[in-house]
């Protein structure tokens, strides 16, 4: 009967060395918690910065980031201190940050994203940023007086959220040594002459306008961004394989999409070096044509390779006054036609 000898291991320490790590590597893979270790290792060494936090989006990031074990410092522009906590959809934003506040691994910071001093304190000890805020400031009758306040000054103003703010978050990832990413949540915003776009921009102080200005700050910055364009969030959405991303900004047909899915790709988008310095769009298309999840999606992402126009804001602009004098137009009608009914009304009861 023969006698089968193993082969000795290698006696080079280096071949030992290689050895063993494949062996380490065999049993993770074969360990059914191999795949939570990993991700817990992820985990640990890294820590995210969420400026937009008691937002819808913004929530459901610092939620899911806490859940993965991922510590996140969250900007605060509130005092919480004896607020009771809530996550109920009527949740003040004070409620909102006092119960994002008690989460596992969830730090506050006191700030605003228009502070650059705030700003960088937050981002110090971060190796990535959401930057998931937007502007919540509507248009004020003083803004349209010529001889009142500048409103672009106003702190809540869309040129101070997605502007300035753009800026003070690219000037602390400058200074911070760690933080190498920033993930900007903007919308489509190079179609000036779209319905959405004119009343956005009408009534939110030219968001639109100023978030593709942010967007184009980014671009030229050199440091490393993912800029996500996500369609309307909030609306009953569809399920199944319906989630689909287009990379160079290119276009997609306008769909809902959920809080939690956008928050999820904020955060994966982290994981893919290749999502780095890339315009993602993100929307949902029908049962059957999408993923399940982002991760297939992200892979085949490449980075920005077109050349984006320099600016919009004269187009933006135009684009606002054209569409509130085509606004003022039929209102008049509206009103001359109501005027005409109601004499006609009042000459038949006398």
């Keep these: 009967m023969t006698t089968t000898t193993p082969s000795p291991l290698p006696k080079n320490p280096f071949a030992m060395t290689i050895v063993a790590t494949l062996l380490l590597l065999l049993t993770l893979l074969s360990n059914s918690n191999g795949a939570s270790f990993v991700m817990k290792m992820s985990s640990e060494s890294q820590k995210v910065a969420v400026i937009g936090a008691t937002g819808k989006l913004g929530r459901e990031a610092v939620m899911q980031l806490s859940s993965r074990g991922v510590p996140t410092k969250c900007l605060l522009r509130h005092d919480i201190k004896s607020v009771t906590p809530s996550i109920e959809p009527n949740a003040s934003s004070k409620e909102v940050a006092a ?30 940023c959401l930057a998931l805020h937007g502007a919540a400031r509507t248009l004020k009758i003083t803004d349209l007086l010529p001889w009142g306040p500048d409103p672009t000054s106003d702190a809540g103003h869309a040129k101070q959220t997605n502007y300035v703010g753009v800026q003070n978050i690219i000037e602390a990832v400058r200074d911070s040594p760690i933080c190498k990413r920033v993930v900007r949540i903007t919308g489509k915003g190079e179609n000036p002459w779209g319905l959405f776009s004119i009343l956005i921009n009408l009534l939110g102080g030219m968001a639109k306008a100023w978030n593709y200005e942010g967007e184009q700050l980014l671009r030229n910055s050199k440091i490393n961004y993912t800029i996500i364009r996500p369609g309307v969030m909030g609306p009953p959405c569809p399920e199944g394989s ?37 315009t993602l769009t993100a929307m949902n298309v029908p049962d059957g044509e999408g993923e399940k999840s982002y991760g297939p999606l992200l892979a085949k992402v490449r980075p920005d390779s077109r050349v984006f126009p320099e600016s919009l804001m004269k187009e933006h602009l135009l684009a606002v006054r054209v569409g509130a004098v085509g606004i003022l137009g039929v209102v008049s009608i509206l009103l001359a036609g109501l005027g005409a009914f109601l004499k006609a009304v009042v000459g038949m009861i006398l």
């Design 242 to 278: 319906v989630l689909a991303l287009a990379d160079n900004g290119a276009d997609l047909k306008v769909s809902p999409v959920k809080y939690a899915s956008i928050a999820n790709l904020c955060i994966e988008s982290l994981d893919y070096d290749n999502a780095n310095k890339a």
């Design 99 to 128: 119960y994002l506040a008690t989460l596992p691994g969830v730090e506050m910071v006191r700030g605003d994203v228009t502070s650059l001093p705030t700003i960088k304190t937050l981002l110090r000890d971060c190796t990535a």
